[in-house]
């Protein structure tokens, strides 16, 4: 047998070797890369589950923010400060999830549908007063995102019963 044969059948082999490596290593990047979307909207999720534990666990807290967001004159000193940190970490949370959405980690109808609370809190004048006050604090794509939902504006009511029964 010819050494220069041999040679050319060794090296054909070591070619397919590296491009079946190459391959597998493709398809353990793209398994990585679903891996961490997951656990970034995992994160994400509990981090707005936890926001939302917060206002329904104590009735004070709900009633600091069911205030601040409906008649934040009626907040003064702790309490108004209270409301200004729960709506700040509320803020970061969805700023977390816009700049997620932004790199295509978090798709088209789980980000809207995760926004939609806030669609809903921009007809608001605590929420609409936090975010004046607040504002300084975000990113320029989130402030133009938050900007542009303002100018929307909401026509959904959040708890119409309550509202009615706070007015009456």
Known sequence: ??????????ETVAAFGVV????????????NSAGLRHSAVQ???????????VVVSSSDAAEVWG??????EKLEGFALMRYY??????????????W??????????LFFSMTQLLRDLSGLPGWRKVW??????F???????????????????????IVSADEG
């Open 139 to 161: 990113s320029s794509g989130f402030q133009s995102y938050m900007d542009d939902m303002f100018a929307e504006g909401s026509s959904h009511t959040l708890f119409p019963d």
């Open 67 to 72: 205030n601040g967001l409906n008649n934040p």
């Open 85 to 98: 940190i729960m709506a700040n970490r509320m803020l970061h949370t969805y700023q977390g999830l816009h």
């Open 43 to 53: 994160i994400q999720m509990s981090a707005f589950q936890d926001l939302t534990a």
């Open 132 to 137: 004046d006050n607040r504002r300084h604090q």
């Open 20 to 31: 079946g490596s190459l391959i597998f290593v493709g398809f353990q990047v793209r398994q």
């Open 100 to 109: 997620q959405w932004q790199r295509g980690i978090l798709d088209d109808g």
């Open 1 to 10: 047998m010819d050494w220069g044969v041999i040679s050319a059948v060794a």
